[in-house]
């Protein structure tokens, strides 16, 4: 069975630090593009960030210079390093897959293809 499973949130205060890792199963992450998402109380659903199966990597503006996204070496994990986390970051974050072979993440909208989806980690960003 495709499984994604977020781990990593919890409560951190403004500025400092946090890394989210995303474990899959029933799948070679490495030949898939996975992407982060959140998704705040009210709010819409917003891609973060996502990398291809190339390796490639695209961020929203709002978290460019900021955040990190990145392959395990065992390549069934990838983590979200986020730095200078600011309030607004305050969200629950989802991990997902695109399962089609060489997938790529498109650009301008993350979601776009994104098959399966873990159940989210709670990241609260406050003084």
């Known amino acids: 069975q495709v499984q994604l499973v977020e781990s990593g949130g919890g409560l951190v205060q403004p500025g400092r630090s946090l890394r989210l890792s995303c474990a899959a199963s029933?799948?070679?992450?490495?030949?898939?593009?996975i992407g982060w998402f959140r998704q705040a109380p009210g709010k819409e659903r917003e891609g973060v960030s996502c990398i291809s199966s190339d390796g490639s990597t695209v961020y929203a503006d709002s978290v460019k210079g900021r955040f990190t996204i990145s392959r395990a070496n065992a390549k069934n994990r990838v983590y979200l390093q986020m730095n200078t986390l600011k309030p607004e970051d305050t969200a629950v974050y989802y991990c997902a897959t695109d399962l089609t072979y060489g997938s790529t993440c498109n650009p301008v909208a993350l979601e776009y293809g994104m098959d399966y989806w873990g159940k989210g980690t709670l990241v609260t960003v406050s003084s």
């Open positions: 029933g799948f070679t992450g490495d030949y898939y593009a």
